[in-house]
């Protein structure tokens, strides 16, 4: 008898248990769904105490082994670990609600630990509202179902009852966590990325830049304005998951061939006078009229101002950048005198996928010079290969002229072809568009340079061109004029191993 019941004792535990995982699954589900991947989602403060518990000897090694896999991993650990502790709560509540014997008391409970412990977590209620909330409802349902299941028919119809209604809760929770995924994936960027200062705006010569863009911006369908948002601004790199380097870890050294090397940290940085201005990244690897082409308003300090302190030696005529996840890249010490240390994107915090807290900016050079997530300047005398030089790219130096045709819109009888060019330092000057596949040519109506008065218009513009079709098909191609007059290349190639060329066409039916 007493076996029986204890038997009976544990499998009430068990379920007890598995309506509390269930529980904990849709917290965490709650608050992806509200916080995406910011610091109000549950899993980043438990991921946050798993690196910081782990002694630092642990996590070399586990990196060392691991290689890329360690973030992944310890993501995974920091998602154990929040399901566990919340488990434990819910299972806590749903414990004193039998000992109680009072029916319903697990719901209020439910909800007020789980949103106690969250908020206490993430330092944010609303986010916390928004694990407990689902929590609760979880607990809620198997309860109500369990009361009031028809169908038991077994002598311990609790046991019973709470099995059917525990497994028909966790099949719906299991499609819920589906879509609150989605939802939590697409709430991730812009708006969990802090302004600059901590404010509510971005700081006021970041929003002037900003606004000055949004004014001379055309509307073209189907193609970004002025300036890229950030989480549709592009992004490429060596990583699966992006390095998290906290600003506080951050250190950056001037060393090699100068007189003095130097250390900064991330407050030294900020501490130093900043400059505000637009620039284009393009990737040399993209397809000629693809979209791996956009544009910020970046906020960093000039490289320039750092290496007078570090006094470069005589020899040195190159500088390797180098970053936290393995990549490095090799510029000229020209270019590294008008490049910039930047912090700050579009008045934001320069976010995690960009580089945070610090990358390079290199104005004019394609992309894959602007290093993220830099700690190393070190100069050279001679030219090194990169990270994509090595693998038989040469893609570190300045960028080819483009026009792209990104956006096509028709009104009544019109037709409007439009979309971006960039032409790197030199600027662009004119696009030339031709409708009869380049037997004749006019000039695009060109939108407002975004950098006009700085001494470097590395920004790209927008063109837009309105036709009357005729009969038949129009075969439109598109060139560039850059700032110094040259025009966009006409001969096509491919994008390995310098950038491709050729002039973008498109052929647009009647
Ligand atoms: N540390 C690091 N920096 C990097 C890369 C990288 O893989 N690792 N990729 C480069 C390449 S190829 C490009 S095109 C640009 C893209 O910058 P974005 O991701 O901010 O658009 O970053 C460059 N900086
Ligand atoms: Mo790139």
């Keep these: 008898m007493s076996t029986i019941l204890s038997r009976l004792t544990t499998t009430r535990i068990a379920w007890r248990a598995l309506t509390a995982a269930i529980a904990a699954v849709a ?18 403060p438990a991921s946050t105490f798993v690196v910081d518990a782990t002694p630092a000897i642990v996590v070399n090694a586990v990196l060392e082994t691991l290689g890329s896999l360690a973030a992944p991993a310890s993501f995974l650990l920091a998602l154990v670990l929040a399901v566990a502790v919340l488990t434990v709560l819910v299972l806590l509540a749903l414990e004193v609600e039998a000992y109680a014997d009072a029916q319903y008391l697990a719901v209020p409970l439910t909800a007020g630990a789980v949103w106690f412990a969250s908020a206490l977590a993430t330092g944010n209620p609303i986010a916390a509202t928004a694990a407990a909330v689902p929590a609760a409802a979880v607990v809620g349902v198997v309860s109500v179902a369990a009361a009031h299941d028809p169908l038991s028919v077994r002598r311990d119809r609790t046991v019973d009852r709470n099995r059917r209604a ?10 819920a966590t589906g879509i609150g995924y989605v939802v939590g994936r697409r709430r991730t960027p812009d708006s969990s ?16 830049l900003l606004t000055r863009a949004e004014n001379g911006a055309f509307d073209l369908p189907d193609a970004p304005g002025l300036v890229s948002r950030i989480g549709e601004f592009y992004t490429i790199d060596i990583n699966t998951i992006d390095p998290v380097l906290e600003r506080d870890d951050w250190e950056l050294s001037v060393t090699g061939l100068v007189d003095d090397e130097l250390t900064i940290d991330y407050e030294d940085l900020r501490d130093r006078d900043a400059d505000r201005f637009y620039s284009t990244l393009r990737c040399v690897g993209e397809d000629l009229n693809d979209r791996e082409m956009d544009t910020a308003v970046w906020t960093g300090v000039p490289v320039a101002d750092l290496l007078a302190e570090a006094t470069p030696a005589g020899e040195a005529g190159h500088v390797v950048a180098h970053a936290v996840d393995g990549f490095w890249n090799t510029i000229t010490l020209e270019e590294l005198e008008r490049s910039y240390l930047v912090y700050g994107m579009n008045g934001r915090v320069l976010p995690r996928e960009h580089g945070h807290p610090v990358r390079l900016i290199v104005p004019g050079n394609w992309g894959e010079v602007n290093v993220k997530w830099i700690t ?13 030089e090595e693998r038989g790219w040469d893609g570190t130096g300045e960028v080819e002229a483009v026009a792209k045709i990104w956006s096509v819109d028709r009104d009544g009888g019109a037709v409007t072809v439009g979309g971006h060019a960039y032409g790197g330092l030199a600027g662009i000057d004119a696009v030339e568009v031709s409708i009869d596949g380049g037997e004749t040519w006019t000039e695009a109506d060109l939108s407002l340079e975004p950098d006009g008065e700085s001494e470097f218009r590395d920004a790209w513009r927008q063109w837009r061109h309105s036709f009357e079709p005729s009969e038949g098909s129009h075969d439109v191609v598109v060139r560039a004029i850059d700032g110094s007059g040259g025009r966009q290349i006409e001969e ?19």
């Design 27 to 44: 917290a965490v589900t709650g608050s992806f769904a509200y916080a995406g991947l910011s610091d109000g989602f549950l899993v980043e």
């Design 166 to 175: 525990t497994l028909q809760t966790g099949f719906a929770t299991l499609s």
């Design 193 to 208: 990325v802090p302004y600059l200062d901590g404010g509510i705006s971005p700081p006021s010569e970041e929003q002037s």
């Design 376 to 388: 190393e300047l070190e100069l050279v005398a001679e030219d090194r290969d990169g990270y994509w």
């Design 492 to 510: 096509p190639s491919g994008s390995r191993p310098d950038g491709p060329t050729g002039w973008v066409s498109r052929t647009i039916e009647e």
